[in-house]
């Protein structure tokens, strides 16, 4: 039994790494570094897991980004997927999730068949979420999204999954083909393997613009044809600063809070 | 819409550069060029000294929007029981319509199978109407179910704005929907505005944005939908100027519910579902209901809330103690989720739930972007930690600093003497 699995993945700033200037107030990117999304690991872990139970299962990792997302794709690579395709194009840049989803849609469409699509469930720079469904409605396939447990039915044609709930869980039976989406409670991704990553560099990886994926310029990708638009952009205004508390004593310090907190009428 | 820069007026000083937060402007020689990813975020026509970069706007398109009216909410329910996120919908919902015109309105949507009794506590929480989908085939959520009877509804109604609740259900729901209806969606919006006005108002109290060129006159009734982006590091509005509906997921906790009026009464519309069996194609094979605690963040008054400054996963025995002490829950940061020393459930922050409890203890938590904006409008802030320098205490109303694991214990032990301690202080 061998299974086509494509793989959605981003390359995102590492949002933790961030910081604001405490004086211009502006963002401080420099040295924060590009890593690849957290629940997109985790969606790429499920798909090798299946390749390392039918090795005959062929991975397709597909990224839209810049040119240097195709690091991304080394590192899918290197991690055992098979291929990589980078989506880039300034026609493709400022898409929302709507133009972004058509362009995805249409590169697995252009690589033919499939039996799963994993991807993750947002990205940590966007936090959307939308993606991975849009997709799914585009292909006109099925999707359970926050999946966090997989199994493939002993038919090979079925899935089962768990669907995390903010009060539980549910188990979904779903056909293929589908998109499953990602949380990290389904796995813990594995590190590259040093063969992986010399393997991955000499690999070749197709570039698509949207010439090569088909799609019109003006009405399903890029900025133009992006249905939302961006209206006015800010950072949050700081709270002010507050008291520090002093204290010679640890009991001091946890009794002038109790004071301040009692004076507040908060306790 | 695109940025483009005057070539002429560029002097390279690359001030453009460091504002953008998308790494979108290249320097080609001593010209700033705008790259694939640019997103249209103005950050850096405002920072421009020398004028040189601009927004073109496009003229709007032919699609008749006016046919579009009312605000539709969708009031989801579980197991027959409303979601809390509902009754604030309706309530913002119902803020919204009344910005737009004095006869636009706010539906509530319930979709499910014998739920019809859920439309009173609709009525009563501010709905002008429902709209009631019910089928046997809807007991329970599915995408391909309700995608598809959403759908069929906002194709026959023509609402002009839809909100659903940013919950595991809503941010399932809402994208298909959206998708299949070839309109913008924008996720998980944490305020909304419909006249310039009331968004010049609200960028005035809140934020960093000059609202010199916004004109609070204007006749613009869009939906302006306000979001954290990038980590919680950025907000953006978004519009959705050339398609209908508009739609938005709406974080749960940040919209205002109005006072119940019991006897409330309004419009029923009872839409009937073409729907079959094939329509779904996926099967719920058991709900099960979290044996785990349930964190209920969103509701608590007090919550203690532990980071990496705990050192190790059993500092959450200390932070529960804590909580259990002063009736509060535990939360924590994403840095302890991410390090697997609590569950997701109890996370506060951009990618966690947003909270604003009446006091908020942060403890070992250095305060990243991502965190502050899950708590940040809480009513009071207590920091302990031992890093004079952390973030958190830039939005701390107290700060303590020093080791956690002796200042909680001590105050834990003179909680219940507060009242006492006070009064000494009056003496």
């Known amino acids: 039994m ?23 107030k502006t963002l401080i990117r420099e040295g924060v570094p590009s890593i690849l999304n957290h629940d997109d690991a985790n969606a790429l872990e499920e798909a090798l897991k299946i390749k390392d139970q039918y090795p ?25 997927a098979d291929d990589g395709i980078l989506l880039s194009d300034r026609a493709l840049g400022g898409s929302d ?21 994993f ?14 469904p849009q997709i799914a409605e585009k292909l006109g396939i099925p999707q359970v999204t926050y999946v966090a447990d997989f199994s493939i039915d002993s038919d090979m044609k079925h899935i089962t999954v768990h669907r995390a709930l903010e009060d539980g869980y549910e188990i979904i039976k779903i056909e293929t083909p589908c998109m499953l989406t990602a949380i990290k409670e389904l796995n ?17 990886m197709p570039v698509w613009g949207a010439k090569d994926l088909g799609v019109d310029t003006d009405r399903e990708v890029g900025l133009e044809a992006s249905p939302t638009n961006v209206y006015r952009s800010f950072t949050p205004a700081p709270k002010g600063k507050g008291i520090v508390i002093e204290g010679d004593t640890d009991k001091e310090l946890a009794d002038r809070l109790l004071i301040n907190l009692k004076k507040k009428h908060v306790i | 819409m695109a940025i483009e820069i005057i070539k002429e007026k560029c002097i390279g000083c690359k001030l453009c550069l460091k504002a953008c937060p998308f790494e979108a402007i290249d320097m080609v020689g001593k010209l700033a060029v705008i790259n694939e990813k640019c997103t249209a975020c103005n950050q850096c026509i405002d920072v421009c000294k020398f004028s040189a970069i601009v927004k073109t706007e496009e003229a709007e398109g032919p699609v008749d929007l006016s046919a579009y009216k009312n605000v539709w909410v969708y009031a989801e329910q579980r197991a027959g029981k409303l979601m809390n996120v509902a009754l604030e919908l ?3 919902g119902r803020r919204l319509a009344r910005e737009i015109s004095d006869d636009a309105k706010v539906y509530a949507v319930l979709v499910g199978n014998g739920i019809s009794g859920l439309k009173t506590e609709c009525f009563e929480y501010g709905a002008d109407g429902v709209v009631m989908i019910e089928h046997p085939l809807l007991e329970n959520f599915t995408t391909d179910g309700y995608t598809k009877v959403f759908f069929d509804a906002v194709n026959e109604y023509k609402p002009e704005i839809v909100l659903f609740g940013a919950t595991h259900i809503g941010r399932d729901l809402a994208p298909r929907v959206a998708a299949r209806l070839n309109t913008g969606l924008t996720a998980d919006c944490t305020r909304l505005d419909v006249k310039v006005s009331s968004y010049v108002d609200y960028a005035k109290k809140n934020t960093t944005l000059d609202t010199s060129t916004l004109d609070p006159n ?16 950025l907000m953006a509005t978004i519009i959705c100027p050339r398609t209908r509906p508009q739609m938005a997921t709406v974080r749960p906790g940040v919209m205002t519910r109005r006072e119940r009026k019991p006897g409330a009464k309004g419009e029923v519309i009872v839409y009937n579902p073409s729907l079959g069996d094939s329509d779904i194609r996926t099967k719920i094979v058991e709900i099960v209901k979290s044996a785990k605690e349930i964190v209920s963040l969103t509701d608590a008054d007090i919550i203690c809330s532990g980071g990496r400054g705990l050192g190790d996963p059993s500092g959450f025995d200390l932070i529960k103690q804590f909580a259990d002490k002063v009736g509060g829950v535990v939360g924590s940061s994403r840095a302890a989720v991410d390090a697997g020393w609590i569950d997701h459930s109890h996370q506060v922050g951009q990618t966690g739930t947003t909270v604003k409890p009446k006091i908020y203890f942060a403890c070992g938590i250095s305060g990243a972007i991502q965190h502050l904006a899950g708590m940040q409008t809480s009513d009071i802030i207590v920091a302990i930690n031992k890093d004079p320098d952390a973030p958190i205490f830039e939005v701390a109303d107290y ?29």
């Open chain 1, 2 to 24: 061998a299974f086509k699995i494509i793989v959605c993945a981003k390359q995102v700033p590492d949002t933790n790494e961030i910081k604001i200037d405490p004086i211009k």
């Open chain 1, 97 to 117: 999730t709507w133009a972004t989803s058509n362009a995805i849609a249409a590169a697995i469409g252009k690589l033919g068949g499939f039996d799963l699509i």
């Open chain 2, 399 to 427: 700060g303590i600093v020093g080791d956690l694991y002796k200042v909680i214990p001590q105050i834990i032990a003179e909680w219940d003497s507060a009242e006492d301690l006070y009064e000494a202080t009056l003496r």
């Open chain 2, 90 to 92: 309706i309530g913002e």
């Open chain 2, 218 to 233: 204007s006749d613009d009734k869009g939906l302006k939908q306000t979001r954290p982006a990038f980590g919680g590091n």
């Open chain 1, 56 to 80: 005959d299962t062929h991975i397709t990792v597909i990224t839209m980004g810049p040119p240097q997302a195709k690091d991304l794709l080394i590192e899918c690579m290197a991690m055992g």
């Open chain 1, 188 to 204: 813990t991704p594995r590190h590259m393997s040093i063969g992986g990553i010399f393997d991955a560099v000499k690999k070749d």
């Open chain 1, 119 to 132: 991807a993750g469930r947002q990205a940590i720079d966007g936090d959307t979420a939308q993606v991975g």
